[in-house]
């Protein structure tokens, strides 16, 4: 079965850094779009970022253009997410997603706190 296996989340200073990592099963990775999104307290879940199956093209929230960095190694089935100059409006839970077979998978989501 589709699984989607978010980690690297935590707590941060403004101004600094985090990778997320997303291990994907139980599909052929390497043939999909693969996003994140994210959830803040309070706040309907939005879109942060998308990576095409090769990984030549990727779209991002204006909110985070610039400071955030999608990547992926279809070898070991895995999206990143890169996080610079974190805010603390970037405080969320973060998820995974993948839309297979005209079904929408979705990870457990990891959490990102920015406080000083």
């Known amino acids: 079965q589709v699984q989607l296996v978010e980690s690297g989340g935590g707590s941060v200073q403004p101004g600094g850094s985090l990778r997320l990592s997303c291990t994907a099963s139980g599909f052929a990775f390497s043939t999909y779009v693969m996003y994140w999104y994210r959830q803040a307290p309070g706040k309907a879940r939005e879109f942060v970022a998308s990576i095409s199956s090769g990984g030549g093209t990727t779209e991002y929230a204006g909110s985070v253009k610039g400071r955030f960095t999608i990547s992926r190694d279809n070898a070991k089935n895995t999206v990143y997410l890169q996080m610079n100059s974190l805010k603390p409006d970037d405080t969320a839970v973060y998820y995974c997603?993948?839309?297979?077979?005209?079904?929408?998978?979705w990870g457990q989501g990891t959490q990102v706190t920015v406080s000083s």
């Open positions: 997603n993948a839309f297979i077979r005209r079904t929408e998978y």
